[in-house]
């Protein structure tokens, strides 16, 4: 049986990531007390016909003592034979979250006559401090809708088998801000940019343009070589330590075209030896605001 807990600030997505799992088939539990989790198991295993899939969320509406308790909860259900656990964080940056709340006029749960909404969402980053520390994947929701957060949350999590480990490679802009989910970050700013040939600017590196430029320099086919190679050399590493995703962050300055056409070779390579490799461009699927310098 497989255990999914989903975890992550009010604001951040969570009840959207909760019905893209129950959509695909998981059985979806929210707000569950966390000292809850064990008996659950519990009676899901002694049914003839267990769950072959379950999705609980738990997050800053549990008393804060069963919140510290969590690692602890956690290492006991991976000691549970015929179970497999792992956790799901949702974030997005604090300036995302108050303007989420705003729009919506919700109270958040931990407001009260002593506590701002600002203070209320700083309170809950420590409050889930335990979760978040723990997660096997996390995902920043800053810049997802709520259409692209279920696509997420039903390729990484619901598309991947028990058995596989699901490789995410994001690419991103360094002017825009560093994602918040990833494992590892590599800076190709380094590399000839396309930007300041004017014919490519309006061009991604997704075009076959800027794939014929990029692809005829040598030392940006040096650096996705020492990318894929540092990868493809640590990846079974996580694996053999019970790691089920891993997220690499392929950076330039806007996120357009060296960044980009990185992400999209080192993709293009991991499918052909993986089973769930995924490719993110988060600038591409962002509106354009002025001119992107790449």
């Keep these: ?58 997050d800053a509406r549990n008393l804060p003592s069963n919140l510290l308790r969590f690692p602890d909860v956690m290492q006991q259900l991976r ?12 974030d997005a ?3 995302t979250l108050l303007r989420r709340y705003n729009a919506t006029r919700r109270r958040h749960p931990l407001t009260d006559s002593d506590q701002s909404l600002q203070q209320a969402i700083r309170t809950e980053r420590e409050l889930l401090e335990p979760i978040a520390n723990l997660a096997d994947l ?21 598309g991947r088998s028990e058995q596989t480990l699901s490789l995410q490679f994001e690419s991103f802009g360094f002017k825009h801000g560093v994602p918040l989910d990833v494992d590892f970050t590599f800076d190709v700013r380094s590399l000839p940019n396309p930007y300041w040939v004017p014919e490519l600017r309006r061009f991604t590196g997704r075009d076959r343009e800027v794939i014929d430029f990029l ?80």
């Design 93 to 95: 940056g604090d300036a």
């Design 1 to 58: 049986m497989r255990l999914v807990v989903l975890s992550g600030r009010s604001g951040s997505g969570k009840s959207t990531a909760l019905q893209a799992l129950e959509d695909v088939g998981f059985y979806c539990i929210d707000n569950l007390p966390a000292l809850l989790l064990p008996e659950l198991i519990r009676l899901m295993l002694a049914e003839s016909r267990p769950a072959p899939a379950i999705a609980v969320s738990i």
């Design 215 to 294: 692809s005829q320099a040598d030392d940006v086919a040096e650096m996705v070589t020492d990318i894929r190679e540092f990868v493809h050399k640590w990846l079974p590493r996580f694996k053999a330590n019970n790691r089920s995703y891993i997220t690499i962050g392929i950076g330039c300055t806007g996120g357009q075209h060296r960044s980009v056409y990185v992400a999209e070779q080192l993709a293009g390579y991991f499918r052909a030896h993986m089973d769930n490799v995924q490719v993110l461009h988060r600038e591409l699927s962002q509106p354009a605001a002025g001119h992107q310098h790449d």
């Design 138 to 158: 996390r995902i920043d929701t800053t810049r997802l809708s709520l259409y692209e957060l279920r696509d997420e949350v039903k390729l990484r999590v619901a």
């Design 79 to 90: 000691q549970q034979p015929g179970l497999i656990t792992e956790t799901l964080f949702l």
